[in-house]
């Protein structure tokens, strides 16, 4: 493990505790913790490594920025130079401290020191790709995994919808980044119509229908699961939809009755059936589907948990965008925080978050990812520094779940268009690097 001019080296010896992490503290920085599981059979085979990795810069609470697990593979020969032969080269980026970390995995025979040990540096090139065996040296085979990346707000209307008018692209400064996914995710905070009438309330956005010719063209799947999908009416959410449909971009979260709007959209990357979910929980609820009537899911926590468990028989892995928080508050409150616990534990991989216009912590539980806020992302009209700082959420998932995440920071400008930051755009291209 390396920050800077300061290296660290984690021993771990197996056991069947997932709660008894080793861990080191990198350059008073990075907290890196590390637990080697057996099976439960042979107490001294590795069966699974957890990494996860956290920052302990400011007093209080670690802000967790990422978390690995790979299957136990085979140890290197005794003498044999090291080299991470479990998780290659890795790179973790805190935006609070402007550094890096970059660290690798390897199995070790108890007790063996291979050459190179204390002088492996994980800043220098890579070796060749890593072939993982099984225990009975027999390869094995990569599973099907897809790499996704979570936007948080997109409104296309007043700045945005200027820019787009103007023959330009507001997504233009990330568009690059966002190719690099296999699934791009994005709450639409606004209504795509020509139709409607502007119900009474303090703020309402409704995009030009041109506008979806820019989106699909860099998001792959929209959430209408927020406090916006109303504000033009019924009439006008129903064109939306029925444009949604016509341009082949799949929404989820909303629909034309109560059983549409709580229906997932299942989508197939790499041979992976991925079910999005998503729920509103922010007035006015005079928006809601009904059995007969259009409009968002609402976050009721019986139709959530029977939405996942059913979502769970479709799909690989099981994934709510949640619409809720206090506005402007950098901490999830505890209804939040229940309401995670609850979605976690019915069967769902990660929980992602919007609507506080600002990023929020988050929280393992029973170590899965809960983002709780991505902030803003495509959105003008605000001029404090937290509310146009926003993250994509890089993750990748597996049949066995979330493997690994983190997040990528990015900056608004005035007229709502994201930039991703000068060092988060390096350790993007690095992990792009490493990832081929």
């Given at each position: 493990m390396?920050?800077?001019?300061t290296?660290s080296?984690?021993?771990?010896?197996?056991g069947?505790d997932p709660l008894a992490?080793?861990n080191?503290?990198v350059?008073?920085?990075?907290d890196?913790?590390?637990?080697?599981?057996?099976?439960?059979q042979?107490?001294?085979?590795?069966?699974?490594v957890?990494v996860?990795?956290?920052?302990?810069?400011?007093?209080?609470a670690?802000?967790?920025l990422?978390q690995?697990?790979?299957a136990g593979?085979?140890?290197?020969?005794p003498?044999?130079?090291?080299?991470?032969?479990?998780?290659?080269?890795?790179?973790?980026y805190s935006?609070?401290v402007?550094?890096e970390?970059a660290w690798?995995c390897?199995?070790v025979?108890?007790?063996?020191?291979?050459?190179?040990?204390?002088?492996?540096?994980?800043?220098?090139?890579?070796?060749?790709p890593?072939?993982?065996?099984?225990?009975?040296g027999?390869a094995?085979?990569?599973?099907a995994?897809?790499?996704?990346a979570?936007?948080?707000?997109?409104?296309?209307?007043?700045?945005p919808?200027?820019?787009i008018?103007?023959?330009?692209?507001?997504?233009?400064?990330?568009?690059?980044?966002l190719?690099?996914a296999?699934?791009r995710?994005?709450n639409?905070?606004?209504?795509?119509?020509?139709g409607g009438?502007?119900i009474?309330?303090?703020?309402?956005f409704?995009?030009?229908p041109?506008?979806?010719d820019v989106?699909?063209?860099h998001?792959?799947?929209?959430?209408?699961a927020n406090n916006?999908?109303?504000?033009?009416?019924?009439?006008a959410f129903?064109?939306?939809?029925?444009?949604?449909?016509?341009?082949?971009?799949?929404?989820?979260g909303?629909?034309?009755?109560?059983?549409?709007?709580?229906r997932?959209?299942?989508?197939?990357?790499?041979?992976l059936?991925?079910?999005?979910?998503?729920?509103n929980e922010?007035?006015?609820r005079?928006?809601?589907?009904?059995?007969?009537?259009?409009?968002?899911a609402?976050?009721?926590e019986?139709q959530?948990v029977?939405?996942?468990?059913?979502?769970?028989?479709?799909?690989?892995?099981?994934?709510p965008?949640?619409?809720?928080g206090q506005?402007h508050?950098?901490?999830?409150?505890a209804?939040?925080?229940?309401l995670?616990?609850?979605?976690?534990?019915?069967?769902?991989?990660?929980?992602?978050?919007t609507?506080?216009?600002?990023?929020?912590n988050?929280?393992?539980i029973?170590g899965?990812?809960?983002?709780?806020?991505?902030?803003?992302?495509?959105?003008?009209?605000?001029t404090?520094?937290d509310?146009?700082?926003?993250s994509?959420?890089?993750?990748t998932?597996?049949?066995?779940?979330?493997?690994?995440?983190h997040?990528?920071e990015?900056?608004i400008?005035a007229?709502?268009?994201p930039?991703?930051a000068?060092?988060?755009?390096?350790?993007?291209?690095?992990?792009?690097v490493?990832?081929?």
């Open positions: 390396r920050t800077g001019d290296a080296t984690l021993r771990v010896a197996p069947n992490m080793a080191a503290l350059g008073r920085y990075f890196f913790r590390a637990v080697a599981l057996t099976d439960g042979d107490d001294a085979a590795v069966a699974t957890v996860t990795i956290a920052d302990r810069d400011r007093p209080g670690a802000v967790v990422s690995s697990r790979w593979g085979q140890a290197l020969e003498g044999a130079a090291w080299r991470p032969n479990l998780s290659g080269w890795q790179r973790v935006p609070r402007g550094r970390l690798g390897a199995l025979r108890q007790g063996d020191a291979p050459e190179g040990w204390d002088r492996a540096d994980a800043t220098l090139q890579a070796g060749p890593v072939r993982r065996v099984d225990g009975r027999a094995l085979r990569n599973p995994s897809a790499r996704l979570w936007v948080g707000d997109i409104m296309l209307a007043d700045g919808g200027r820019v008018s103007q023959g330009r692209d507001p997504f233009e400064h990330v568009a690059a980044a190719k690099n296999d699934l995710v994005a639409l905070e606004c209504v795509i119509a020509a009438r502007r009474a309330k303090p703020w309402t409704r995009a030009h041109h506008a979806l989106l699909r063209r998001v792959d799947a929209v959430s209408l916006h999908s109303g504000d033009y009416g019924p009439q129903a064109e939306m939809l029925e444009r949604l449909q016509k341009a082949g971009l799949p929404y989820f909303g629909g034309s009755n109560l059983r549409a709007a709580h997932p959209a299942i989508v197939e990357r790499n041979g059936r991925i079910a999005l979910l998503g729920y922010m007035f006015p005079d928006f809601e589907a009904g059995p007969a009537q259009a409009g968002v609402w976050a009721d019986e959530i029977a939405d996942i468990r059913a979502a769970r028989r479709q799909a690989d892995v099981v994934i965008y949640m619409h809720w506005e508050s950098d901490t999830a409150h209804r939040q925080q229940a995670a616990r609850l979605m976690i534990r019915a069967g769902a991989d990660a929980v992602v978050g609507h506080p216009h600002v990023r929020q988050v929280e393992l029973d899965k990812p809960v983002i709780y806020s991505l902030g803003n992302f495509v959105f003008d009209g605000f404090d520094t509310n146009n700082t926003g994509i959420l890089w993750m998932v597996t049949p066995s779940g979330v493997t690994d995440w997040l990528q990015v900056h400008d007229q709502g268009r930039h991703a000068p060092q988060q755009r390096q350790h993007q291209r690095m992990a792009e490493e990832r081929q």
